[in-house]
């Protein structure tokens, strides 16, 4: 029997030199099943995308037919057709005075009269028409009236009227004292500075 050195001795395999990491198998899996995902999703976006194209081409080729139509029918079409279109523009205008209203003075206005303790919860106001309805809380009935009374005594302000005044139940605690809502009517400095829009 033959013996050879080189058969018994092996080299050392020390295992605390680090190995190369290889990925699990869940992540390939993972990574195969979001590649997948995103590509459904690139091919629902192309899909989209030709729809939306279509869509337009289609408006295109009805478009130029509409005019047509339009332009036989004459003036009776003309006169129907602006309606619609001079509703919009209405709307579109009271819009715009709503925006570039001076609310600031109505603000102004209402606070400069406003009784300690007094918040204003609500306000609604008819810029047409120069209607206010304000609505808020009061420590007690008191401070109520004393803002009342300021309204009704400034020139600006007409026909100040008390709507409602509500106290909490005996007994029930809200910690916002009284509530009230008022109507009044905008009149003198106030209402010009409205009509005027603040400037």
Request: glycine content about 6%.
């Given at each position: 029997m033959a013996w050879s050195f080189a058969a018994v001795t092996r080299w050392p395999q020390p295992d605390f030199l680090p190995r190369p990491a290889r990925p699990p198998l869940l992540a390939w899996a993972a990574l195969l099943c979001m590649s997948g995902?995103?590509?459904?999703?690139?091919?629902?976006?192309?899909?989209?995308?030709a729809a939306r194209d279509e869509v337009r081409a289609q408006i295109e080729r009805v478009r130029p037919a509409d005019e047509r139509r339009a332009l036989r029918a004459g003036s009776r079409a003309g006169a129907t057709g602006a309606q619609p279109a001079r509703g919009a523009a209405e709307a579109a205008q009271a819009l715009s005075r709503a925006i570039e209203h001076p609310w600031r003075t109505l603000f102004e206005s209402s606070e400069r009269h406003a009784?300690?303790?007094?918040?204003?919860?609500r306000l609604e106001h008819d810029a047409e028409r120069g209607d206010v309805r304000l609505a808020g809380t009061a420590p007690d009935r008191r401070a109520v009236l004393k803002?009342?009374?300021?309204?009704?005594?400034?020139?600006?302000?007409?026909?100040?009227?008390?709507?409602?005044i509500e106290a909490p139940a005996a007994g029930e605690s809200t910690g916002e004292g009284v509530r009230f809502e008022l109507r009044a009517r905008l009149a003198g400095a106030v209402a010009a500075d409205v009509a005027r829009g603040g400037r």
């Open positions: 995902v995103l590509a459904l999703a690139v091919d629902e976006w192309l899909v989209l995308e009784a300690a303790g007094l918040r204003w919860l803002t009342l009374e300021a309204l009704a005594a400034d020139p600006g302000w007409d026909d100040v009227l008390l709507l409602r």
